[in-house]
């Protein structure tokens, strides 16, 4: 049995050279030992900071919103009609959601972005574009965009570092791609009567 496990472990061995090998020679590993360490400390950022509680699908369970896996990070999806709200009760509270993708307030309907790699999501911003994004509360980063609206925390994620917030980027985009335009920004009158 001894024999067969070592027999087993060289071969296994053998062919994790192997692969290795010849995924130097047709694809170089570009991540430098810094990234791999960056993507890791995003990682721990994202998940302590919360951003799957707005920014992830979610499905009711028995104890509450589950995150739907392969949804992880896409914001709401287009494809989710809107749910019908109380709009006497939405000009004094803020609702959300039940997954809390969408909510709404006096500032209108806000979607939570699609965060994951994806072209729909941040695949193309840089780095710069993502850290002004969350800095100076810029919807997509960019210099002439509107403000980010609530309930995106900008405001306290603004204060992580500049290496903290290039590992959050560094993070996102190592995750799996979800293809999702979200819906745009509702600006309240055009949905209240
Ligand atoms: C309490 C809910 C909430 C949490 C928590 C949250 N977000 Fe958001 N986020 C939103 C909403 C809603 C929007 C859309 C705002 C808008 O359209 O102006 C948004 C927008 C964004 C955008 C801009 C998307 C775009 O297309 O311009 C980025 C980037 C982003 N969030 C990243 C994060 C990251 C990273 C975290 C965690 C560190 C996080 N968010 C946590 C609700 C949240």
Redesign the pocket.
């Known amino acids: 049995m001894r024999k067969v496990f070592f027999g087993i472990m060289a071969v296994t061995g053998v062919m994790v050279a192997f692969f290795n090998e010849s995924c130097h020679e047709t694809a170089p590993v570009t991540i430098a030992d810094d990234s791999a360490k960056m993507i890791k400390r995003g990682e721990y950022?994202?998940l302590a900071?919360?951003?799957?509680?707005?920014?992830s699908p979610k499905k009711m369970g028995s104890h509450g919103p589950e995150i739907v896996p392969e949804l992880r990070f896409s914001?709401?999806p287009a494809s989710r009609p809107l749910a019908v709200w109380d709009t006497n009760t939405a000009k004094s509270w803020a609702l959300?959601s039940q997954d809390?993708?969408?909510?709404v307030g006096p500032w209108g309907v806000?979607?939570?972005?699609?965060?994951t790699s994806d072209a729909t999501?941040?695949g193309n911003?840089t780095e710069q574009q993502?850290i002004k994004?969350?800095r100076e509360?810029?919807?997509?980063?960019l210099d002439s965009?509107?403000?980010?609206?609530?309930?995106?925390?900008?405001q306290n994620?603004a204060k992580?570092t500049d290496e903290d917030l290039g590992s959050?980027?560094r993070y996102?985009r190592t995750t799996r791609p979800v293809q999702n335009t979200?819906p745009?920004?509702m600006p309240p009158g055009t949905f209240m009567k």
Do not use: E, Q
């Open positions: 950022l994202v900071i919360g951003c799957d509680d707005c920014h914001g709401y959300m809390l993708t969408a909510c806000s979607f939570a972005g699609n965060i999501g941040i911003w993502f994004c969350l509360g810029k919807w997509k980063g965009a509107r403000p980010l609206l609530p309930p995106m925390p900008w994620l992580l959050i980027y996102l979200v745009a920004w």
